[in-house]
């Protein structure tokens, strides 16, 4: 099992920017991929953006398009996510994923809160 440790998270206005940053455990530059997932409350956990560090292909979420850009330093293990012209909907609670090969599921950090509000 990996372990997945989250930092960065915070309350914010509307139009700011935060980044959020995960170190993982091990070794993550051949994993087949990473991510942040948010679970809005009440909510199933959604992929916001998520990285292959195979070929470097990348995913985004419609409604952080453009907005986020997710990177992986390999040489550190760590996951960040920059988040610019964050909104109120964007609130929620941001959990780094890790998967190590396509057959296994996602394993999860703890979690590190994003408030967006005026």
């Known amino acids: 099992r990996v372990d997945l440790v989250e930092s960065g998270g915070g309350s914010v206005q509307p139009g700011g920017s935060l980044t959020l940053s995960c170190v993982a455990s091990i070794d993550t530059a051949n994993s087949f991929s990473m991510g942040w997932f948010r679970q809005d409350s009440g909510e199933a956990r959604v992929a916001v953006a998520v990285?292959?560090?195979?070929?470097?292909?990348?995913y985004y979420h419609n409604s952080v398009q453009g907005r986020f850009t997710i990177s992986h330093d390999t040489a550190k293990n760590t996951l960040s996510l920059h988040m610019n012209s964050l909104k109120p909907q964007d609130t929620g609670l941001y959990y780094c994923?890790?998967?190590?090969?396509?057959?296994?599921?996602?394993?999860y950090g703890q979690g590190t809160q994003v408030t967006v509000s005026s």
């Open positions: 990285l292959y560090p195979g070929d470097k292909d990348t």
């Open positions: 994923a890790h998967k190590r090969t396509h057959r296994d599921d996602y394993e």
